[in-house]
């Protein structure tokens, strides 16, 4: 992983975050696990990262990544749309980090082969 992170991806995930200016930001740091960023909040927190950095996230798998809220909404949502293909075949989450968010602003998109380098 990119052992350095920029000072705006740090900015905008301190922002979309809502953490303390006290918390540590490197490339490591889950953005579910740590952050806790999670369910719609992390849909939003995406499509506002897609935005802000210009980065192509349409073909990333957020159900893979991310537990839902509650009732695991995102998963709902999914199914009701037809697009419950997209949800993981094991329950247990990726862990996407704010090093793999880095890796997505150089390739201007988020998706596995950026992520794992697949």
Do not use: C
């Amino acid at each position: 992983m990119d052992a350095t992170v920029s000072e705006e991806l740090v900015d905008f995930v301190r922002r979309e975050s809502a953490v303390s200016p006290a918390e540590e930001i490197v490339a490591s740091t889950g953005i579910q696990r740590d952050l806790g960023v999670y369910g719609d909040d992390a849909v939003e927190f995406l499509l506002s990262y897609g935005a802000h950095f210009h980065v192509d996230v349409s073909h990333f798998r957020a159900a893979d990544y991310f537990e839902g809220e509650g009732s695991d909404i995102l998963g709902v949502l999914l199914t009701v749309f037809r697009l419950d293909s997209w949800l993981p075949a094991n329950p247990k989450r990726k862990e996407l980090t704010v090093g793999h968010l880095q890796r997505g602003i150089a390739a201007q998109r988020l998706d596995e082969q950026v992520i794992w380098g697949a």
